[in-house]
């Protein structure tokens, strides 16, 4: 079983549609955890963090679930420029520095 | 602005050619990270350094090694590239007391032929 596993989608919604991704994990000792956003053939970058909890940046809701050992993304009136490919990372207890990338999931919104 | 910046953005090398990556950060990060993403992919851990301490991940090829001549400067050397190193190479700091990874790097897109 990998580490931390996604749907790669695409999940493809109307403009203003409510969309939720979820994350797995394998590991229970994983200690941090972050959703990332990655636009085609660019750089990841960090979207927010994920609080025990659950956290909320505008449109955008995480949450954590230790007991089921998942993590969710939800965006609310999705735009158009919310299309991206949306990544979860994990990162391991134990003082490493060291995030799992999972392998993505794929958001197109359609007009 | 404060920034991780990866040269070349796009490189193309031959097969068997020696090519060399290279990233700089004005962050003054503990840790730096090379990653290895394929398409629909997710990002793949080569090796890190938490300061000069180098941590090579156990599925990295021999092919894949790493210089950090300082806290700023980290290189990717590809000895032998092979068709199977074409990817986008992304390098990424963090603090050493950081909870993630926070910035990352352009990436470079390696074409090998």
């Known amino acids: 079983r990998k580490e931390v596993e996604q749907d790669p989608g695409p999940f493809n919604v109307p403009e203003g549609a409510t969309v939720a991704f979820n994350c797995t994990y394998s590991?229970?000792?994983?200690?941090?955890f972050f959703w990332y956003r990655q636009d085609c053939r660019k750089e990841p970058k960090l979207l927010m963090s994920?609080?025990?909890s659950g956290n909320e940046d505008g449109r955008f809701t995480a949450q954590l679930n230790r007991a089921s050992q998942y993590i969710s993304l939800l965006i609310r009136d999705s735009k158009l420029s919310d299309s991206a490919t949306y990544l979860c990372?994990?990162?391991?207890?134990?003082?490493?520095?060291?995030?799992?990338f999972g392998r993505g999931t794929s958001l197109i919104v359609h007009p | 602005d404060a920034m991780v910046i990866q040269n070349p953005r796009y490189q193309v090398t031959q097969f068997g050619k020696p090519v060399t990556l290279s990233c700089s950060q004005t962050?003054?990060?503990?840790?730096m990270y090379w990653y290895q993403q394929k398409s629909s992919q997710a990002p793949k851990l080569l090796f890190h350094?938490?300061?000069?301490?180098?941590?090579n991940e156990a599925d990295t090829p021999d092919n894949f090694q790493s210089r950090r001549p300082n806290t700023s400067f980290c290189f990717l050397d590809i000895r032998s590239p092979g068709l199977g190193d074409a990817a986008m190479y992304l390098c990424?700091?963090?603090?050493?007391?950081?909870?993630?990874?926070?910035?990352f790097g352009p990436g470079t897109r390696l074409t090998v032929t």
């Open positions: 962050l003054n990060h503990n840790v």
């Open positions: 350094y938490y300061d000069k301490d180098f941590n």
């Open positions: 990424a700091t963090s603090r050493a007391d950081d909870t993630g990874l926070r910035d």
């Open positions: 994920v609080y025990s």
């Open positions: 990372v994990v990162k391991r207890s134990g003082g490493s520095y060291i995030p799992t």
């Open positions: 590991n229970s000792a994983s200690q941090s």
